[in-house]
Structure formats: structure tokens, C-alpha cells
């Protein structure tokens, strides 16, 4: 039995040398030397070459790429109103950057983004597309704290938000919906909170829900994680190798997608080592329970590398 494979969201937009230029295309776009017909087309035509190399790499699950985002915070910003977006700040350790978002109260969902975007990317697809959509805990990481909130009353806000996201998205067709918690670690105060609260976001969706951790060690909060209602958990095992050992203990009778794949890191992942690992986890987790992927979106490559290690996952399941 072969495993399946996906990716956790963001792809890279540019191809070094190519006449694909969609950061170009933007800033002209918003000098107004580039009408919105023709960003329309260059987006279009991006996403549609993503698309094309997930599925040429024989990926089970592929997403859009995550083209027509800024950063992870911007499908909520568009969705909601009453959310501005503010200052750059680097994103957790990476070399890339998000904006910072800012509320001063009456956050209302207008209408979602990710579903118009999911209709277009679902009729260039052959395969099944997932969305992915930051975390409640995620969005209160990257919100600037006003005066009379707290971040736990942002954290209900949002899944708010959220819960409407989802629900317009299931009403648009999409059968696999992740929620995306990078700021998911250890010592987080408002963990259990943001538990339940994803939970509370996915009653009675009928999708196949994901939650996606990436960037920490998990180890220590299984015990949380393991009160998530989900179908899927996504987790870093290159950030944190030793995790896997852990897996036997973990109280989980869902699936697990195995972020073997470093999706950070030029160097190029060894095809034999990532199958070893899995049949590794596979002894206690059997592999129909089992998915592989990159740990993280593979935005922080250049593209020849991030196809590089498509590549190299579609080798793993041909392995297993």
C-alpha cells in the first residue's frame, strides 16, 4: 500500500528566468500602469502552473498555491471588515514577512474569499484541492492588542470569523478545509482555549478537517492536541525529528500528515531516509491512517527547489 501525499498550502509565485513575473505584474497593478484584466490573467496563469506541477508530481492532495495571498493573515483581512493591516514583521524564523493585523472593534464577516478562489482553482484541477486557512491562534499572534481586547476575546472573534469561512466554503463544494497553527508550541496560555475553538469552528462540517502545526516541537502538547476534532493532524517532524517516537504514545485515532519533507531548506531531502522514517511511525500507525508532505508551504524555496521536492515526494510514495 502506497501513502498518500500532499502539500501543507503556499507554493513559490516566481520561477527564476522565466517570463512568469507575478510580483511585477502586482506593484504595476498598483501604480495603475497594469489594468485588473491583466492581473487577473497573470494570476490566473500562475496558479494554473502550480496546480500543473503538483499534479505532474502525482500528489494525492494539492492546493492553489496560496497565489493570490499576500501572506497567511490576508484571506480573513479580505473576508472580514473591521480588519486593517498594518506593519511588516518577519514570519516566526523566516526570511519572509506578513502584516501585522489591527482591529479596533466591530469585526464582521462580509463574505469568503477562499470559496470564489477554490471555484476557479477546482476547474483547473484534475485532482482534489484542500484550502487552507489560518488558525483562530494564529490571527491573535498576528494581531496588534487595542485597547479593550484581550487575546482571548480576539481568539473567540476570530473563530467566528472563521466558522463563517468554513461554512461558506463547504456550501462552495470544498471537501478538504485545513486551519493552519504555526503558533501552536509549548508554554502557549491560550492553547486549551484555541483548542476548542477550532473544534467549535468545524462542528458539523462534513469536509475533511486538517489542523497543520509547523515550526515547533509538539511533543510536549499531545495531550492537547489529541482533543482536537479533526480528521487530520499535520506535523513538523524536520523541526523536530524525535517527534516520531513520540507518536506511539499519542492518543490519536485520526490521520497524521508526516511533515518529512523540509520545506525551508535548500538541500534536498533523502528520498531513502523520509521512506525509513515512515515505516518507522508505520509500525504503530498503519500506513491508511498515514500522510507525507513538507513540514511547512513551500513559499521559502526558490521554485526550482520547491519542485525539486515534489518530486522527491512523489519518489517516497513510490517507495513505500
Same mark, same amino acid.
Given at each position: 500500500?502506497?501513502?498518500?501525499?500532499?502539500?501543507?498550502?503556499?507554493?513559490?509565485?516566481?520561477?527564476?528566468?522565466?517570463?512568469?513575473?507575478?510580483?511585477?505584474?502586482?506593484?504595476?497593478?498598483?501604480?495603475?500602469?497594469?489594468?485588473?484584466?491583466?492581473?487577473?490573467?497573470?494570476?490566473?496563469?500562475?496558479?494554473?502552473?502550480?496546480?500543473?506541477?503538483?499534479?505532474?508530481?502525482?500528489?494525492?492532495?494539492?492546493?492553489?498555491?496560496?497565489?493570490?495571498?499576500?501572506?497567511?493573515?490576508?484571506?480573513?483581512?479580505?473576508?472580514?471588515?473591521?480588519?486593517?493591516?498594518?506593519?511588516?514583521?518577519?514570519?516566526?524564523?523566516?526570511?519572509?514577512?506578513?502584516?501585522?493585523?489591527?482591529?479596533?472593534?466591530?469585526?464582521?464577516?462580509?463574505?469568503?474569499?477562499?470559496?470564489?478562489?477554490?471555484?476557479?482553482?477546482?476547474?483547473?484541477?484534475?485532482?482534489?484541492?484542500?484550502?487552507?486557512?489560518?488558525?483562530?491562534?494564529?490571527?491573535?499572534?498576528?494581531?496588534? !492588542?487595542? +485597547? %479593550?481586547?484581550?487575546?482571548?476575546?480576539?481568539? $473567540?472573534? =476570530?473563530?467566528?470569523? #472563521?466558522?463563517?469561512?468554513?461554512? *461558506?466554503?463547504?456550501?462552495?463544494?470544498?471537501?478538504?478545509?485545513?486551519?493552519?497553527?504555526?503558533?501552536?508550541?509549548?508554554?502557549?496560555?491560550?492553547?486549551?482555549?484555541?483548542?476548542?475553538?477550532?473544534?467549535? !469552528?468545524? +462542528? %458539523?462540517?462534513?469536509?475533511?478537517?486538517?489542523? $497543520?502545526? =509547523?515550526?515547533?516541537? #509538539?511533543?510536549?502538547?499531545?495531550? *492537547?492536541?489529541?482533543?482536537?476534532?479533526?480528521?487530520?493532524?499535520?506535523?513538523?517532524?524536520?523541526?523536530?525529528?524525535?517527534?516520531?517516537?513520540?507518536?506511539?504514545?499519542?492518543?490519536?485515532?485520526?490521520?497524521?500528515?508526516?511533515?518529512?519533507?523540509?520545506?525551508?531548506?535548500?538541500?534536498?531531502?533523502?528520498?531513502?531516509?523520509?521512506?525509513?522514517?515512515?515505516?518507522?511511525?508505520?509500525?504503530?500507525?498503519?500506513?491508511?491512517?498515514?500522510?507525507?508532505?513538507?513540514?511547512?508551504?513551500?513559499?521559502?524555496?526558490?521554485?526550482?527547489?520547491?519542485?525539486?521536492?515534489?518530486?522527491?515526494?512523489?519518489?517516497?510514495?513510490?517507495?513505500?
Amino acid at each position: 500500500m502506497s501513502i498518500r501525499t500532499t502539500v501543507v498550502g503556499s507554493y513559490p509565485k516566481v520561477i527564476e528566468g522565466s517570463s512568469d513575473n507575478l510580483p511585477g505584474t502586482i506593484d504595476r497593478w498598483q501604480k495603475k500602469s497594469v489594468p485588473d484584466e491583466a492581473l487577473e490573467q497573470e494570476l490566473q496563469k500562475v496558479i494554473r502552473r502550480v496546480i500543473q506541477e503538483q499534479e505532474g508530481a502525482e500528489l494525492d492532495l494539492i492546493t492553489d498555491g496560496q497565489v493570490r495571498w499576500e501572506d497567511l493573515a490576508h484571506p480573513i483581512a479580505r473576508s472580514a471588515r473591521g480588519l486593517n493591516r498594518g506593519a511588516l514583521r518577519r514570519f516566526f524564523d523566516n526570511n519572509v514577512y506578513y502584516r501585522r493585523l489591527e482591529s479596533n472593534g466591530g469585526l464582521q464577516w462580509q463574505k469568503s474569499s477562499t470559496a470564489e478562489e477554490f471555484q476557479f482553482a477546482s476547474k483547473a484541477a484534475k485532482k482534489p484541492i484542500k484550502v487552507a486557512l489560518p488558525g483562530p491562534l494564529t490571527l491573535v499572534t498576528f494581531t496588534e !492588542i487595542s +485597547k %479593550g481586547q484581550t487575546p482571548a476575546s480576539l481568539l $473567540a472573534l =476570530y473563530a467566528d470569523l #472563521l466558522r463563517k469561512e468554513v461554512e *461558506a466554503l463547504e456550501k462552495a463544494g470544498v471537501k478538504e478545509i485545513q486551519l493552519d497553527e504555526p503558533a501552536f508550541k509549548a508554554g502557549e496560555p491560550l492553547l486549551d482555549a484555541a483548542v476548542e475553538q477550532i473544534n467549535r !469552528i468545524f +462542528k %458539523g462540517i462534513k469536509a475533511r478537517r486538517w489542523v $497543520a502545526c =509547523y515550526f515547533h516541537d #509538539l511533543s510536549s502538547i499531545l495531550p *492537547a492536541l489529541s482533543k482536537l476534532q479533526v480528521e487530520v493532524l499535520s506535523m513538523d517532524l524536520v523541526t523536530a525529528p524525535k517527534l516520531a517516537d513520540r507518536l506511539k504514545e499519542f492518543k490519536w485515532s485520526g490521520e497524521i500528515a508526516l511533515g518529512l519533507i523540509d520545506g525551508r531548506n535548500t538541500r534536498m531531502d533523502s528520498a531513502p531516509e523520509v521512506i525509513s522514517q515512515i515505516k518507522k511511525v508505520s509500525a504503530v500507525i498503519p500506513l491508511n491512517r498515514l500522510w507525507v508532505s513538507p513540514n511547512c508551504g513551500l513559499e521559502f524555496l526558490p521554485h526550482e527547489a520547491a519542485l525539486k521536492k515534489l518530486q522527491i515526494l512523489r519518489q517516497v510514495a513510490q517507495g513505500i
